[in-house]
């Protein structure tokens, strides 16, 4: 399993479309996420105060674009790229992200 915060409106939007592009996969050529272990860290140190988000829970077995591991800021930790658009029947769960970036999954 894999995850990604997005808003929900974004996600609205991409159900009705049946794929989610996410903001960074025309600019960057890839969709950010997260393993488990680092949901948390990102939820509350990039998404801290925000309203209206959620977290995708992705089936990695089911995206249809490829996944790559990979940390291309330099650090060690690796991250999971989709790249390319996301197949929604990929999305098996998604919960609400509190303003305050604490999540339980």
Not at 65 to 93: C, M, Q, S, W
Request: with cysteine; hydrophobic share 40%.
């Amino acid at each position: 399993m894999i995850y990604h915060i997005v808003k929900r409106a974004d996600w609205d939007r991409a159900r009705a479309m049946r794929v989610y592009m996410g903001d960074t996969l025309a600019s960057q050529g890839f969709i950010h996420c997260s393993e488990q272990h680092q949901v948390i860290h990102v939820a509350s140190s990039r998404y801290k105060g925000q309203t209206d988000l959620v977290v995708l829970c992705i089936e990695e077995e089911r995206i249809k674009a490829p996944v790559k591991r990979e940390n291309l800021e330099g650090g060690t930790e690796l991250f999971p790229h989709i790249y390319g658009p996301l197949n929604i029947d990929a999305v098996v769960r998604v919960m609400n992200l509190p303003p305050d970036g604490n999540l339980v999954i």
